[in-house]
């Protein structure tokens, strides 16, 4: 069974400050890692995604990939009250099929 | 492009009764999936497709069905309503491009049997 690990929180960090995701994947021959935000009642919505090992950034969002380590990381710079959502980490381990995690529940508050 | 939409928005079922849920996506993407989401947990796949006239199972199949005759269309038929479906159904497509496969989301159909 291929498995995607995550804490569900909820993480609490005040705005303004970095919050820190984590991921762990039992398979590695996983070549892709996706990080989805999801609001309650809404449908996931892709906001970042990683192929190499290292960081890599977009705005005020950066993913961490160490293979070595089967480790996925997501951080959020100066978070704010509308980044409050639970993060879905999602990896492809390979024949068109992602697995998830059942994601962390992050809350902001200002 | 409207991307993934999906109808309805809500369901109730009673136990036994069938529906299909319509899952459509003008991306021209070759390939479309269905998940569902329990209360608190991660997505589960039931079904995929990799291209029209081609399906697979995913995680989750029993109770459902599905079918691809064209591209655009990937409707997911539950035959038997049980308790157990009583869930949130998101339909999703990508466009595989090497070993990457970022995959958009519909809306989702919340569905309660009782």
């Known amino acids: 069974q291929k498995e995607v690990e995550q804490n569900s929180g909820p993480l609490s960090v005040p705005e303004g400050a970095i919050a820190s995701l984590n991921c762990t994947y039992s398979d590695r021959g996983s070549q892709s890692f996706f990080w989805y935000r999801q609001y309650s009642g809404k449908s996931p919505e892709l906001i970042m995604s990683?192929?190499?090992?290292g960081d890599k950034e977009d705005g005020r969002f950066t993913a961490q990939l160490n293979k070595a380590s089967q480790y996925v990381s997501l951080l959020i710079r100066d978070s704010q009250p509308s980044d409050s959502a639970t993060y879905l980490c999602?990896?492809?381990?390979?024949?068109?099929?992602?697995?998830f995690g059942t994601g962390t529940r992050l809350l902001v508050s200002p | 492009n409207a991307g993934v939409t999906q109808t309805p928005k809500f369901r109730i079922l009673k136990i036994g009764q069938s529906m299909t849920l319509q899952c459509t996506q003008d991306m021209n993407h070759n390939y479309m999936y269905w998940y569902r989401q329990d209360p608190g947990m991660g997505l589960k796949l039931i079904y995929y497709s990799v291209g029209a006239g081609i399906t697979d199972k995913g995680e989750v199949p029993n109770g459902y069905n599905v079918s691809r005759s064209t591209t655009e269309d990937f409707p997911l038929r539950l035959e038997l309503a049980a308790p157990s479906q009583t869930s949130v159904y998101f339909c999703?497509?990508?466009?595989?491009?090497?070993?990457?496969?970022?995959?958009?989301f519909g809306p989702g159909t919340r569905l309660t049997v009782l």
């Open positions: 999602a990896v492809n381990t390979g024949f068109q099929k992602l697995v």
């Open positions: 999703a497509s990508s466009e595989l491009t090497s070993s990457y496969n970022e995959q958009f």
């Open positions: 990683i192929y190499s090992n």
